[in-house]
């Protein structure tokens, strides 16, 4: 789907395709299309930034909570949940670039109150550490911290410092891990919404 820079696409939950998000607006940044939830109100926002391979949903009972308090948004980065694919790897100048414009563009008030949880935390980190006038601030939630390759074992290091996203997992790994991940989370999100 084509979507023109600052354009709002509200989904309409009852004629949504099987790919469309159960809830939010998907805004053109320009990157490409990113979707944004909010709920509540409140003068403070809280936003959401999800755990790496993790996006906005992955969070639907805290929001809903924070929600009774104040605006509580919830998104997908590029390349994560209901927003565009995005190429690999991201830089967090990046990523923090698109949560601003994502942000203006829906008209989320600042400064707001950043969750970051593990790489999520990163993001939160870098984009007050860019913006501080944005963010009143900082919760982090098991976060990922911008030094943390000079902490791992070497072979572990020279992993992560290696990786591009030419290297691919074999089949039967990736569906093993899909076995594996389907059967945890139709556990842990059995009690959530079955739109979620």
């Known amino acids: 789907m084509a979507v023109a820079k600052g ?3 509200v989904v309409d939950v009852d004629a949504q395709a099987v790919a469309e998000p159960p809830w939010g607006t998907r805004w053109g940044v320009s990157g490409g299309s990113m979707l944004l939830h909010r ?13 790496g391979g993790m996006f906005g949903l992955y969070y639907w009972n805290v929001h809903r909570l924070a929600a009774q308090f104040t605006t509580s948004v919830v998104y997908d980065r590029l390349g994560t949940g209901w927003s ?6 991201r830089s967090s100048i990046k990523v923090t670039d698109d949560l601003r414009e994502l942000l203006d563009l829906a008209g989320v008030a600042r400064p707001c109150v950043l969750v970051g949880h593990s790489l999520g935390g990163l993001y939160a980190r870098h984009f007050a550490k860019r913006f501080p006038d944005d963010v009143a601030g900082l919760v982090l939630a098991d976060p990922t911290h911008e030094d943390v390759v000079d902490y791992l074992p070497p072979e572990a290091a020279q992993r992560l410092t290696s990786w ?8 039967e790994q990736i569906d093993a891990m899909r076995t594996t991940y389907r059967t945890v989370f139709a556990t842990a999100l059995a009690q959530w919404p079955e739109k979620v």
């Open 164 to 171: 591009t996203s030419d290297i691919a997992l074999p089949p």
């Open 7 to 9: 354009a709002a696409i």
């Open 84 to 89: 565009d694919p995005a190429e690999l790897p």
């Open 39 to 51: 709920s509540g109100s409140g003068d403070v926002p809280v936003v959401w930034l999800a755990g």
